[in-house]
T-cell receptor, first 113, second 114 residues
Framework: DGGITQSPKYLFRKEGQNVTLSCEQN?????MYWYRQDPGQGLRLIYY???????QKGDIAEGYSVSREKKESFPLTVTSAQKNPTAFYLC????????????FGPGTRLTVT | AQSVTQPDIHITVSEGASLELRCNYS??????LFWYVQSPGQGLQLLLK??????LVQGIKGFEAEFKRSQSSFNLRKPSVHWSDAAEYFC????????????FGTGTSLTVIP
C-alpha cells in the first residue's frame, strides 16, 4: 500500500536536545511538507520541499531544520532553539502538479520537558 | 491576506441528527477547497474537495459540501451523523501558483451523543 509513514508515534526529549522526526513516503510524490499542530491553532507550515536537495521555509521555520537527500524522505530536526517544541507534527506529500491536494502521515507527538 | 475561518470550535449533535460545519475563507485567487477529518492522535484524512464545476460536492463517509462564492463559504454537511463521526474537522484552502501555501482553519471538534 502506498502511503506516508512517520516515526516514532510518540517522542520524548529533554529541553536543550535536538531531535529528528522521520517522514517517508512511497507515493512517488515530488513535494513534501512539515506541519505543526497545536490545540486551537490548526496546522501551520514549517518547511516544504518540491525537489531533492531543495526546500523552502514555511510560516514558522525558526528553530527547525530539514533535509531532502532522497525523494522518499524528508526528516525534520527540532533544534534546541525552538522555544516551544512540544506539539503534534504532521508530514504530508503531494505531486508537483497538485500541490493543493496533500496526503498526510499519522503524525508524531513530541513532548519536551 | 489568505485565511480560513471555522467559527465553531466545538459542536455536539445527537446520533442520527443532521450536521453542518461552517467554513469561510478569504482568498485572492480562485480557491481550491478541502475538508479533512482527524481522529484523536491520527493524521488527516481527506473527506472531499472542490476545484471547479458543480458547487455541491460529495465525499466519503456520506459527507457533502457546498461552495458558495457569494458567501465565501464551503460548509460541510451530513444528513445523519453516526457515533464514529466524532472527530476534529478541518477546512483548508489552496490554489495554484501560491508557493505551495495551503491554509487550514483552526478546526471544529465534533462530539456525537447517543
Amino acid at each position: 500500500d502506498g502511503g506516508i509513514t512517520q516515526s516514532p508515534k510518540y517522542l520524548f526529549r529533554k529541553e536543550g536536545q535536538n531531535v529528528t522526526l522521520s517522514c517517508e513516503q512511497n507515493l512517488n510524490h515530488d513535494a513534501m511538507y512539515w506541519y505543526r499542530q497545536d490545540p486551537g491553532q490548526g496546522l501551520r507550515l514549517i518547511y516544504y520541499s518540491q525537489i531533492v536537495n531543495d526546500f523552502q521555509k514555511g510560516d514558522i521555520a525558526e528553530g527547525y531544520s530539514v533535509s531532502r537527500e532522497k525523494k522518499e524522505s524528508f526528516p525534520l530536526t527540532v533544534t534546541s532553539a525552538q522555544k516551544n517544541p512540544t506539539a503534534f507534527y504532521l508530514c504530508a506529500s503531494s505531486t508537483i502538479d497538485t500541490t493543493y491536494e496533500q496526503y498526510f502521515g499519522p503524525g508524531t507527538r513530541l513532548t519536551v520537558t | 491576506a489568505q485565511s480560513v475561518t471555522q467559527p465553531d470550535i466545538h459542536i455536539t449533535v445527537s446520533e442520527g441528527a443532521s450536521l453542518e460545519l461552517r467554513c469561510n475563507y478569504s482568498y485572492g485567487a480562485t480557491p481550491y477547497l478541502f475538508w479533512y477529518v482527524q481522529s484523536p492522535g491520527q493524521g488527516l484524512q481527506l473527506l472531499l474537495k472542490y476545484f471547479s464545476g458543480d458547487t455541491l460536492v460529495q465525499g466519503i463517509k456520506g459527507f457533502e459540501a457546498e461552495f458558495k462564492r457569494s458567501q465565501s463559504s464551503f460548509n460541510l454537511r451530513k444528513p445523519s451523523v453516526h457515533w464514529s463521526d466524532a472527530a476534529e474537522y478541518f477546512c483548508a484552502v489552496g490554489a495554484l501558483n501560491t508557493g505551495n501555501q495551503f491554509y487550514f482553519g483552526t478546526g471544529t471538534s465534533l462530539t456525537v451523543i447517543p
